[in-house]
Structure formats: structure tokens, C-alpha cells
């Protein structure tokens, strides 16, 4: 079983900054494509980046384009999303999601075997 768990979420006016992190369980972590995705209220659960296994391709909607960065610590067992100049728009629950079955940074969402619970990002104008 593989566990996710994000943290880093919150309250930040818009043009700031914040890094979310994901914490996963399971020893072939390394192994792993790794992809962000969020939600906002009643709309559908969107992709925003992805990472292959070694951390050496990526992926990212144009919407954040240029704005996030995603990265992982394959020692450590994290993947990280820096999200720069975040904008109201930006504001929806975000979750971490593992493809355990193949290791490069797609957007699929139904490609995803496991999923955090979610980390709420909120962004004031």
C-alpha cells in the first residue's frame, strides 16, 4: 500500500509564494511518475504538473507554466510544488498523486494509482 500526505498548504495574497510537499510511503518511490492535480469548488479535478521517476522530465499545464515548479527528493521520499505569483485563480484544493505502473511525467489523471488527501491553497486578491 502507498501512502501520500501533503502538507504546505494555506492563505497567501496573490503575487506571493508557497511549496507544497508530499511525504510518500513505499520502498520503489524512486520509481514512481509523481503528479500535482487540483480542485476548486465545483469544478472538475484538474492536472497542473507532473515528474518522471528520476526527476529529469516534466510536465505542466500553460496555466502555471512559468509560475510552478515541481521537484522530487528520491532519498527522501517527497515530491515538491513551488508555486510562484499565485493568483486567485490558483486558489482549489491540490493533491499529490503516484502512477506506480509507469514512470513518466504524463497528464492522465486516470493513469494515477494512489492520491493524497488533498491541501487546501487559498489566494486573496
Known amino acids: 500500500q502507498v501512502q501520500l500526505v501533503e502538507s504546505g498548504g494555506g492563505l497567501v495574497q496573490a503575487g506571493g509564494s508557497l511549496r507544497l510537499s508530499c511525504t510518500v510511503s513505499?520502498?520503489?518511490?524512486?520509481?514512481?511518475?509523481m503528479g500535482w492535480f487540483r480542485q476548486a469548488p465545483g469544478k472538475e479535478r484538474e492536472f497542473v504538473c507532473a515528474?518522471?521517476?528520476?526527476?529529469?522530465?516534466?510536465n505542466y499545464a500553460d496555466s502555471v507554466k512559468g509560475r510552478f515548479t515541481i521537484s522530487r527528493d528520491n532519498a527522501k521520499n517527497v515530491v515538491y510544488l513551488q508555486m510562484n505569483n499565485l493568483k486567485p485563480e490558483d486558489t482549489a484544493v491540490y493533491y499529490c498523486?503516484?502512477?506506480?505502473?509507469?514512470?513518466?511525467?504524463?497528464?492522465?489523471?486516470?493513469?494515477?494509482?494512489?492520491w493524497g488527501q488533498g491541501t487546501q491553497v487559498t489566494v486573496s486578491s
Open positions: 515528474i518522471n521517476w528520476n526527476g529529469y522530465s516534466t
Open positions: 498523486a503516484a502512477d506506480i505502473h509507469y514512470g513518466g511525467a504524463h497528464d492522465s489523471i486516470i493513469g494515477y494509482d494512489y
Open positions: 513505499g520502498r520503489a518511490f524512486s520509481s514512481y511518475a
